[in-house]
């Protein structure tokens, strides 16, 4: 895996879950199914997607995260990247860098050098791994402790290279069942000691592993489909959610969270949500 990077300092990433200042969206202009690549897709494929609905959905939620206070950078979308809007996969942060991947599927490759043009105009401070496929939907950080989802997506190899990109941190490789795509479909940090889970997607000792860190809050298999745990905390306890997951949404309220609904059921046609959709550059 080479890198290049390029000197500033305009990100900043220790966690899924310390208030969010500053992400990069990508508006759905050109959203379409066309190359079916995970179970979701399978289902929409011949409804497809609604595009004009799709960009009220993301407009929607990009005026709430300016409500609440976070500054929204959009990168322009283009006519041959059908699945742009999924920023995160793209690129991820972790300190004071951002890192560009390398996509797995042909449907998305490409993606990568509009994000890099995007870093150059704006100086952001990031590495480009080559060499070996990793996206971000893979990658969720926690402090120290960056945890990488071993997917059709993500590879041991470029696990391995991003741990000696990263000898301050821990990359702690996680296996789960890859026909949900990535790790943050089925896995997602909301706290220091909280973290949502669907468990199934696991075997019995990931998921002990991950209960001597975390209190699990359980995702159901309707939720879980319906991408129940991929939302987004922007920090204090605030977290994106869709109003269809009530049971998910039920469990965060009583644990103190306060659930920003917003429809997103056109988007997660394609397969992903609040998180795979919002790159964050800092939170602080």
Known sequence: MSSYIKESLSASCQSE??????VLLCHPRYMEIKDVINDIQKRYKDENIDV???????????????DQGVQTD??????EYPEQVFTRDIGFTIGE???IGEMASEIRQGEEQELRKWMDVHDVNFKHLTGHRIEGGDVIIDRDTVFVGISSRTSKKAIRDLQLELPDFEVMPISFNEKYLHLDCVFNILSPTEALVFPEAFDMATVQMLAER??????????????GANVLSIGDRKVFSQPQNQQVNKQLTARGFHVIEVDYSEIIKSGGAFRCCTMPLIRV
Not at 215 to 224: A, D, F, G, P, S
């Open 17 to 22: 879950y310390d208030p969010l200042r500053r």
């Open 214 to 227: 975390y209190t699990l809050i359980r995702v159901n298999e309707k939720e879980q489909f319906a991408l």
């Open 74 to 79: 959009l990168i322009e979308p283009s006519d």
């Open 97 to 99: 860098t951002v890192f």
């Open 52 to 66: 004009p609905k799709a960009l009220h959905q993301h407009n929607e939620f990009v005026q709430a995260l300016i």
